[in-house]
């Protein structure tokens, strides 16, 4: 398994989704890629700090910032892999409460 492919499935995981250690792509049994900024975001929004999440990222210190109007930067709309590192940290960090 490759670095990322292990912090998809921990992600995956972390969200309360199930990695499948065998796929079968033919039986629509996939692990997620999070192949883009779109595929990481809705899966955050699932959450319910997703908006503190947000703003984490959008008034982080270490970014390029040089406005205030509250959006993700284009850093890591840009780059899905540091995005996906960004999400991943978060949720190791807030883990989901189970019920």
């Given at each position: 398994?490759?670095?990322?492919e292990q912090i998809c499935k ?11 250690e065998i796929a079968f792509p ?66 190791r960090e807030n883990p989901l409460?189970?019920?």
């Open positions: 398994m490759t670095e990322r921990e992600f995956t995981e972390f969200n309360g989704g199930h990695w499948h033919e039986c629509g049994i996939n692990n997620p890629t999070y192949p883009d900024a779109k595929s990481i975001l809705e899966v955050m929004d699932t959450r319910d700090d997703g908006e503190i999440f947000y703003a984490n990222l959008i008034y982080s210190g270490n970014i390029e910032a040089n406005d205030d109007d509250g959006y993700i930067p284009r850093f890591y709309i840009l780059d899905s892999d540091k995005l996906l590192i960004a999400a991943w940290n978060w949720c409460e189970v019920m």
